[in-house]
């Protein structure tokens, strides 16, 4: 399983970004998908989840801000992050968790990161 992510970008304070994560490969089901960032010098930390069933949970920072959603068909999570801060300037990274197999074992995938950048 392969995770393509895309749309980082520089903005100003106040902007807004979409992220994109792409999911290829071959697998049963994806059961959560999930957007980290790590800024320099600060332990990677998860944004934001979305669960197969569509339950979502966020860090307290970005809530209100950030919204995640999915799109089974096109194996696509996005994370649309509204009025950014200088403090969300990180390099962000999706992760999907998916099963192989019928009950079988689940596993994590990473993809590569994206960099946001809010300044002014």
């Known amino acids: 399983v392969q995770l393509q992510a895309y749309g980082g970008g520089s903005v100003q304070p106040g902007g807004s970004l979409r992220l994109s994560c792409v999911a290829s490969?071959?697998?049963?089901?994806?059961v959560a998908w999930a957007w980290h960032r790590e800024a320099p010098g600060r332990p990677r930390e998860l944004v934001?989840?979305?669960?197969?069933?569509?339950?979502?949970n966020y860090l307290d920072s970005v809530k209100r801000r950030f919204f995640i959603t999915r799109d089974d068909a096109k194996k696509t999570v996005y994370l649309q992050m509204n009025s950014l801060e200088p403090e969300d300037t990180a390099m962000y990274y999706c992760?999907?968790?998916?099963?192989?197999?019928?009950?079988?074992?689940?596993?994590?995938?990473w993809g590569q990161g994206t960099l946001v950048t809010v300044s002014s």
């Open positions: 992760s999907a968790d998916v099963t192989k197999s019928y009950r079988g074992s689940q596993y994590t995938y």
């Open positions: 490969g071959t697998y049963y089901r994806l």
């Open positions: 934001a989840a979305i669960t197969s069933g569509g339950g979502t």
